[in-house]
T-cell receptor
Framework: DAKTTQPPSMDCAEGRAANLPCNHS???????VYWYRQIHSQGPQYIIH?????ETNEMASLIITEDRKSSTLILPHATLRDTAVYYCIVRLDSNYQLIWGAGTKLIIKP | KAGVTQTPRYLIKTRGQQVTLSCSPI?????VSWYQQTPGQGLQFLFE???????NKGNFPGRFSGRQFSNSRSEMNVSTLELGDSALYLCASSLYPGDRDLPTGELFFGEGSRLTVL
């Protein structure tokens, strides 16, 4: 069973920041949070991952709440090419498997 | 450098047949994972191989099997195909598998093999 809950869909205006929420209230102490995205007809693409601290890379920022029960992926300046399904994923501590949720379909509008 | 290559990209089989899918990881990557993606169940983990050894296996029946060769290329096989096996099968490679002190690095996915079972 998925350990994450995400809104099924979101819209964002081109050039604005896209903030994608994820709830993972049952996450345990050593379980990492990962974000991937999947553009139509392609394989998923890694975005970022984190454990406790906020993380930033060239694609996005990941903000994890202090209690680790939720996180937000931020795409700072969304473009039309960011339209995709975004998956928030928990990596199990027991066997290191990535448990994928249903994802959020993000549509960037001009 | 070349990405993850999966073959064939599309295939159609009938119930009861068997199928073999192939995955060539990125050069230098030794870990290969397989996933099944369907509209109803989303992405589900099948198995992970590292250095020719299966490290992890998801909750799939024994009809689903895989292997990894010494050059890190991997194959998965599904025997006695059922209608419900129709899906996109994705292969992902990484430099190393995940473990407690070394979180899984970035997974690089191929474009998948789309299997239709009639």
């Amino acid at each position: 069973d998925a350990k994450t809950t995400q809104p099924p869909s979101m819209d964002c205006a081109e050039g604005r920041a896209a903030n994608l929420p994820c709830n993972h209230s049952t996450i345990s102490g050593n379980e990492y949070v990962y974000w991937y995205r999947q553009i139509h007809s392609q394989g998923p693409q890694y975005i970022i991952h984190g454990l406790k601290n906020n993380e930033t890379n060239e694609m996005a920022s990941l903000i994890i709440t202090e209690d680790r029960k939720s996180s937000t992926l931020i795409l700072p300046h969304a473009t039309l090419r960011d339209t995709a399904v975004y998956y928030c994923i928990v990596r199990l501590d027991s066997n290191y498997q990535l448990i994928w949720g249903a994802g959020t379909k993000l549509i960037i509008k001009p | 450098k070349a990405g993850v290559t999966q073959t064939p990209r599309y295939l159609i089989k009938t119930r009861g047949q068997q199928v073999t899918l192939s995955c060539s990881p990125i050069s230098g990557h030794r870990s290969v994972s397989w996933y099944q993606q369907t509209p109803g169940q989303g992405l589900q983990f099948l198995f992970e191989y590292f250095s020719e050894t299966q490290r992890n296996k998801g909750n799939f029946p024994g009809r689903f099997s895989g292997r990894q060769f010494s050059n890190s290329r991997s194959e998965m096989n599904v025997s006695t195909l059922e209608l419900g096996d129709s899906a996109l099968y994705l292969c992902a490679s990484s430099l190393y598998p995940g473990d407690r002190d070394l979180p899984t690095g970035e997974l690089f996915f191929g474009e998948g093999s789309r299997l239709t079972v009639l």
